[in-house]
């Protein structure tokens, strides 16, 4: 199993570039989200989704976009990129029956808004 | 408002002692409450989850309290190694069920100098 993975690890984009950061899972887990991990201010919860086509708002989610067609893939859209998104992202994916609920988190993707 | 603090941001300790870890919430009544390791560079891995009925967990050198009255959770890292200095994030489920959303705190960066 490959576990959570992310693509790309690093990006760049200049103000107002939209792009789409990837993330799948291959441990058919229920629920998939996306955090932001900024200097001191550990990991704040972006969205998340609770099954295919089920997609709910976490902390932080002004600016950013996701979609759930699929068990596997969870993309994050940044529709019109800005400074403030500079910001290392995380994808997560755990299950939601039996035990524990820990999350599996992926390698990350380092993202500079220019 | 709802808050998760780890109390410190930096704990610098002596090999071989007890690293204690403090977590505290307000305005959540989460049905357990995990305790993450994340290294430089990489994703938080999962270390224990300790329910609300619990009142403590061990696992090899961890140990992890949690007291709803007082809303807070103690971790303790005995025999403390430099291997174990990392960043340790706790987090919570804020909604009290199994789909709920994960929320963490913003994390304490423990040194262990040999």
């Not at chain 1, 199993?1 to 291959?26: E, H, I, Y």
Request: some cysteine; aromatic content about 10%.
């Amino acid at each position: 199993n490959a576990g959570v993975t992310q693509t790309p690890k690093f990006q760049v984009l200049k103000t107002g570039q939209s792009m789409t950061l990837q993330c799948a899972q291959d441990m058919n887990h229920e629920y998939m989200s996306w955090y932001r991990q900024d200097p001191g201010m550990g990991l704040r919860l972006i969205h998340y989704s609770v099954g295919a086509g089920i997609t709910d708002q976490g902390e932080v989610p002004n600016g950013y976009n996701v979609s759930r067609s699929t068990t596997e893939d969870f993309p994050l859209r940044l529709l019109s990129a800005a400074p403030s998104q500079t910001s290392v992202y995380f994808c997560a994916s755990r299950t939601t029956t039996g035990r524990p609920y820990e999350q599996y988190f992926g390698p990350g993707t380092r993202l500079t808004v220019t | 408002s709802q808050k998760i603090e780890q109390n410190s941001e930096a704990l610098n300790i002596q090999e071989g002692k007890t690293a204690t870890l403090t977590c505290n919430y307000t305005n959540y009544s989460p049905a357990y409450l995990q305790w993450y390791r994340q290294d430089p560079g990489r994703g938080p891995v999962f270390l224990l989850l300790i329910r609300e009925n619990e009142k403590e967990k061990r696992k090899e050198r961890l140990k992890v309290t949690f007291d709803t009255t007082l809303k807070q959770s103690l971790f303790h890292i005995t025999a403390s190694q430099p291997a174990d200095s990392a960043t340790y994030l706790c987090a919570l489920d804020a909604g009290g069920s199994s789909a709920s959303k994960i929320i963490f705190g913003s994390g304490t960066r423990l040194s262990i100098r040999p």
